[in-house]
């Protein structure tokens, strides 16, 4: 039970899919790792997703990951975070509790605009949303993220990148206009899949490209990027 949110009502649905992710635990370690190892003795640039295994696996952002995200976008101040990958929406009720957080005491609602490509999951997180009572601040955009991000409506605080590697360069350059300066980027298991974020790790942490970026060692490795110019 988390306590970060003081939100009985989110962190009761929160409870609810970190069990049923904790039970897909072991099937996920195993097919991950098997995964790895067949990708590390080929000689192919991305490892292929099974999008049939994934299809009903909640790959949920680790609590340690998700509570720095709720905290940062406090700090932040954010009225607008997007989130590509919103699997069952985990991730997403941290974001949208701490846009909503933000906005008490004023009338301008923030948003957080999230990007889920696979039907089944994106029914499911619109679901939990209701549930979590935040389905009001979340505009969930079903469909491959590199489209349907392509108009975020404003300037961005926060960017959670929580999705399949190959996506995830294309949908920063997509991105990076938005961003607010100050706007922090966040980057799931940089580190266990460092040799394929390559092309990200050169770019955000190259500061001819405005950005700083350090990788925080949670688990996998999280990088954490910010638009400095
Ligand atoms: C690691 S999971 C996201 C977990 C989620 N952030 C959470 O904490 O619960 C990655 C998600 O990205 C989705 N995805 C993969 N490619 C995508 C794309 N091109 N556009 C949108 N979503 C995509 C997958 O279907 C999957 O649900």
């Not at 101040?77 to 906005?103: C, H, K, M, P, W």
């Not at 206009?177 to 980027?185: F, K, Q, Y």
Request: proline residues 3%.
């Amino acid at each position: 039970m988390s306590s970060l949110l003081s939100n009985p009502r989110a962190e009761a649905v929160l409870d609810r899919l970190r069990e049923q992710d904790e039970r897909q635990s072991s099937s996920m370690k195993e097919h991950v790792g098997s995964r790895i190892r067949a990708h590390r003795s080929a000689d192919s640039r991305y490892m292929d997703v099974d999008t049939e295994f994934y299809r009903d696996k909640l790959v949920a952002l680790d609590q340690d990951k998700c509570d720095f995200a709720y905290l940062q976008c406090r700090s932040l101040q954010a009225r607008r975070v997007v989130e590509v990958g919103t699997s069952f929406g985990v991730s997403t009720i941290y974001l949208a509790a701490a846009v909503r957080d933000n906005a008490r005491g004023d009338d301008t609602e923030g948003v957080v605009v999230t990007a889920e490509s696979e039907p089944s999951k994106a029914a499911a997180a619109r679901a939990n949303f209701a549930e979590a009572g935040l389905a009001e601040v979340i505009d969930l955009r079903e469909g491959d993220a590199l489209e349907t991000l392509r108009e975020v409506g404003g300037p961005v605080n926060f960017v959670l990148m929580d999705t399949w590697i190959p996506i995830v360069m294309p949908a920063l350059r997509l991105l990076i206009a938005h961003l607010r300066p100050g706007a922090m980027v966040v980057c799931d298991n940089v580190g266990l899949f460092a040799q394929e974020y390559t092309e990200y790790t050169d770019f955000v942490r190259n500061p001819a490209n405005g950005f700083r970026s350090i990788l925080i060692p949670y688990k996998g490795g999280f990088e954490v990027s910010v638009r400095v110019s």
